[in-house]
């Protein structure tokens, strides 16, 4: 049976030393002393090994288990977790710097799990290496993080200090991983003391909707932001899903555009259905990308996309001077699914064309992909937006399905 962090925390010292199992190779072993130690126990070249992982409760029963995912990654490809930890002990001391050791995170870590590292890399540039850099990573303390994020805090960017509160804590993780430390500095903060995040309800009305793509197409902003905003209301994506996109993925004869696994945020493939309005965009676009394999290359080279946030501050400025409530390019995907679902369409369908993971005992059994209900839908919403933009009259009827849509 696997373990739970209650569970983890009751199991209470015995004479003699002794392992609880959790699941694929995990095991937690309790001293007599009460202290209690995790394991990674696995086979290589038909030989049994393990590898200490850390100690508990300093690393939690959450992070041991993403710590033996990873030496389970390791044994996949040939390799030994033990062997390897060793091999990262040699190339790192106690006096290895903040500096030198985010590096060897961002490449180990980050880069392995996010293709855009924008973010994480300009909070470790900006935020953290100015204050630690140059300190030892095993001499950092409470106090050193604390400052880092109070600084934010203290400016009122609460959402900042958070963020770089998860870069530190994931930081200082795998610090203890590579044995440069035996305790995370940062777990002295909880996140609840730092930055509560709100959920959000933002949904554009039909009126707010011609504003906001009105307001954009007459703005000044670049004209590739100006289809990626319009793109992003007609196909419902996540903003990084397009920003990521590649012409080798979007197939005009079929209408469809193919997110792969390591583009979606869920890690299975996605497919979007195009609308003829949609065509129309990514066709201008393709003009606008020239050779680039990029749907929308940065402005500095053909070769990388514009960074996520690029967008964020194109809406901004389109929006200078508009009377509209603030959203964010994340409030279109849920102002679509509103009024989709006021116009009665059901709700797996639209479910599964936001991308959404379907939770629960549905979820196991739901593996319909409501193809040709998608296509129809997305081309009713398309519909829709050009009606919006063509004429003063608001009404939501066009957007009702039609009966085999159901």
């Not at 920003?243 to 299975?268: G, Y």
């Not at 009024?339 to 979820?363: F, Y």
Request: proline share 4%.
């Amino acid at each position: 049976m696997a373990l739970t962090e209650a569970g983890t925390k009751a199991l209470k010292p015995r004479d003699a030393r002794y392992s609880v199992t959790d699941e694929r190779g995990l095991v937690v072993e309790v001293f007599p002393t009460g202290g209690k130690l995790w394991h990674y126990r696995y086979r290589l070249n038909g030989k049994q090994h393990k590898v200490n992982l850390g100690r508990y409760p300093d690393m939690s029963l959450k992070l041991a288990r993403t710590q033996r995912d990873f030496a389970a990654m390791q044994v996949s490809l040939g390799k030994s977790p033990a062997e390897e930890k060793k091999k990262s002990r040699a190339a790192l001391s106690e006096s290895t710097s903040v500096r030198d050791f985010s590096d060897r995170y961002m490449r180990d870590i980050v880069a392995r799990d996010r293709k855009d590292i924008t973010l994480p890399k300009r909070y470790v540039d900006k935020s953290i290496l100015p204050a630690i850099g140059n300190k030892a990573v095993s001499e950092v303390t409470v106090d050193d993080v604390r400052a880092i994020i109070w600084e934010k805090k203290d400016h009122g960017r609460d959402a900042a200090a958070g963020a770089i509160r998860g870069v530190l804590k994931r930081l200082f993780d795998y610090a203890m991983t590579c044995g440069l430390v035996s305790a995370n500095p940062v777990l002295a903060l909880p996140l609840r003391h730092v930055h509560r995040s709100q959920s959000r309800n933002r949904a554009l009305n039909p009126l707010e909707i011609r504003q906001f793509l009105t307001a954009a197409m007459q703005s000044n902003i670049r004209r590739q932001f100006k289809l990626a905003l319009h793109l992003l209301l007609l196909t419902l994506v996540r903003k990084s899903e397009l920003f990521h996109a590649e012409w080798k993925d979007v197939n005009f004869e079929l209408a469809e555009w193919h997110i792969p696994i390591e583009n979606s945020k869920t890690r299975k493939p996605h497919v979007i259905f195009l609308s003829i309005e949609a065509i129309e965009c990514f066709g201008e676009l393709q003009r606008l990308a020239g050779n680039s394999h990029l749907v929308l290359p940065g402005r500095g080279s053909i070769a990388r996309p514009f960074a996520d946030n690029a967008i964020n501050t194109a809406l901004k400025v389109a929006l200078q001077g508009q009377d509209i409530p603030a959203f964010t390019i994340h409030d279109l995907r849920r102002t679509a699914s509103t009024l989709l679902h006021e116009a009665e369409w059901p709700s797996d369908v639209i479910e599964k064309t936001l991308n959404h993971s379907i939770h629960g005992v549905r979820g196991v059994y739901n593996r319909a992909e409501y193809a040709q209900q998608r296509r129809r839908m997305l081309q009713r919403w398309s519909s829709f937006i050009e009606h919006l933009m063509g004429t003063d009259a608001i009404s939501t009827s066009v957007l009702a399905p039609s009966q085999e849509s159901k």
